[in-house]
């Protein structure tokens, strides 16, 4: 699987952004796509997951830190899965990464395949 990443940018504290993640071939191995992030001097951390059950039925979670201001959206169309993040906090600046894996866990180690890396600024 290949990742793309896209999106980011600089945004006020309380504001809204988006980044995106485009993945291309064999994505039917792996029905996880997961968004982390490292900000500077930190480990990368988890930030949400989007699982697709045999079913194609489809489970988010979430970071207790970003629960109930990140929302995971799913593109069909373009074949793209992106976090809607809102009301961000200057905690929440960092670089963010995608990433794809056959099951749902909060360990890096975990996804075999990465996007670049965005970067997102949230200015106080």
């Known amino acids: 699987v290949q990742l793309q990443a896209s999106g980011g940018g600089l945004v006020q504290a309380g504001g809204s952004l988006r980044v995106s993640c485009a993945a291309s071939?064999?994505?039917?191995?792996?029905?996880?796509t997961a968004w982390f992030r490292q900000s500077l001097g930190a480990e990368r951390e988890f930030v949400a997951a989007l699982s697709r059950s045999p079913d194609y039925t489809f489970n988010a979670v979430y970071a207790d830190s970003v629960k109930g201001r990140f929302t995971i959206v799913r593109d069909t169309q373009n074949n793209m899965v992106y976090p809607e993040m809102d009301s961000l906090k200057p905690e929440d600046t960092a670089i963010y990464y995608c990433?794809?894996?056959?099951?749902?866990?909060?360990?890096?180690?975990?996804?075999?395949?990465w996007g670049q890396g965005t970067q997102v600024t949230v200015s106080s």
């Open positions: 990433a794809a894996g056959s099951s749902v866990a909060r360990d890096i180690t975990n996804y075999a395949s």
């Open positions: 071939g064999r994505t039917i191995n792996s029905p996880v």
